[in-house]
Antibody, heavy 117, light 107 residues
Framework: EEQLVESGGGLGQRGGSLRLSCEASGFSFSSYSMHWVRQAPGKGLEWVSFISSGGSTVYYADSVMGRFTISRDNAKNSLHLEMSSLRDEDTAVYYC??????????WGQGILVTVSS | EIVLTQSPATLSLSPGERATLSCRASQSVRNYLAWYQQKPGQAPRLLIYDASNRAPGIPARFSGSGSGTDFTLTITNLEPEDFAVYYCQQRSIWPPLTFGGGTKVEI
């Protein structure tokens, strides 16, 4: 059974940086594109970023463009999100999700990022 | 950016009843629409993709319909575990991939 486990969240300083990771198991990670999706407390879902299976194609939401960087290490079955210039509005639960035709067919349990001064 | 509007915001029903949830797109998304279920404290779960295809393991009481700009998720014979928040999502024109604001199905 496929599993996605996020790590690296916690408290981040406003204007600072955090790095999220997602470890994949139970499926051929290198064959799948991946996404990050976030959910602010009590709010709906917001797509954040996409990376193709080989890592050559990446997309970002306008809200994080230029501040966040998505990457992957297929040898280690891991996905990453480097977050910089953190803002209050980046406070959210961040999910890594597996791509299925640009839908999300498998999700991690989520990791909370809180931005504070 | 395609905006998805879900209605109603909250649906109050009893077990055994039928739930009808709506998702309207700001422009045509053809049939490139999915539905997700999210329970408190849990990650979302894919229910329906391409408007009407159930994801693996999803019970037959969940069905999706529609195309273009108007879509419906129907849950027949509500089970206690179906009370949750439901989101639609489009993949027709992206980035960005966009979600609706959600419909809460409550007892």
């Amino acid at each position: 059974e496929e599993q996605l486990v996020e790590s690296g969240g916690g408290l981040g300083q406003r204007g600072g940086s955090l790095r999220l990771s997602c470890e994949a198991s139970g499926f051929s990670f290198s064959s799948y594109s991946m996404h990050w999706v976030r959910q602010a407390p009590g709010k709906g879902l917001e797509w954040v970023s996409f990376i193709s299976s080989g890592g050559s194609t990446v997309y970002y939401a306008d809200s994080v463009m230029g501040r966040f960087t998505i990457s992957r290490d297929n040898a280690k079955n891991s996905l990453h999100l480097e977050m910089s210039s953190l803002r209050d509005e980046d406070t959210a639960v961040y999910y890594c999700a597996r791509d299925r035709k640009y839908y999300f067919d498998s999700w991690g349990q989520g990791i909370l990022v809180t931005v504070s001064s | 950016e395609i905006v998805l509007t879900q209605s109603p915001a909250t649906l109050s029903l009893s077990p055994g009843e039928r739930a009808t949830l709506s998702c309207r797109a700001s422009q045509s998304v053809r049939n490139y629409l999915a539905w997700y279920q999210q329970k408190p404290g849990q990650a979302p779960r894919l229910l329906i993709y391409d408007a009407s295809n159930r994801a693996p393991g999803i019970p037959a009481r969940f069905s999706g319909s529609g195309s273009g700009t108007d879509f419906t998720l129907t849950i027949t014979n509500l089970e206690p575990e179906d009370f949750a928040v439901y989101y639609c999502q489009q993949r027709s024109i992206w980035p960005p991939l966009t979600f609706g604001g959600g419909t809460k199905v409550e007892i």
